[in-house]
């Protein structure tokens, strides 16, 4: 089963951190590119972070240097490290695999008060 599976979202105040993990059931990051992509209300989803198979992480300029993507192949599990949040950052935070799986995770949710 492809399966990816978000959680550690919540509601912070600006300043404050967060970690989202990516539980990731029949993907082999061996060959896979992940990605966080985000999605604030009324707004498209974008990218902000992906990591290749090859470790090769690229960020979206609005969170470079806040925020660190990673992987641990042991547990196939992505992370994303989220710190000095902003209220800019509020939105629903989805998982997704590259390559031969194409798979979205539910999302979870970032609010982020000012």
């Known amino acids: 089963q492809v399966q990816l599976v978000e959680s550690g979202g919540g509601l912070v105040q600006a300043g404050e951190s967060l970690r989202l993990s990516c539980a990731a059931s029949?993907?082999?990051?061996?060959?896979?590119?992940m990605n966080w992509y985000r999605q604030a209300p009324e707004k498209a989803r974008e990218l902000v972070a992906r990591?290749?198979?090859?470790?090769?992480?690229t960020y979206a300029d609005s969170v470079k240097g806040r925020f660190t993507i990673s992987r641990d192949g042991a547990k196939n599990t992505l992370f994303l490290q989220m710190n000095s949040l902003e209220p800019e950052d509020t939105a629903v935070y989805y998982c997704n695999a590259d390559g031969p799986y194409y798979v979205w995770g539910q999302g979870t949710q970032v609010t982020v008060s000012s």
């Open positions: 029949g993907i082999s990051f061996r060959i896979a590119t």
């Open positions: 990591i290749t198979s090859r470790g090769s992480i």
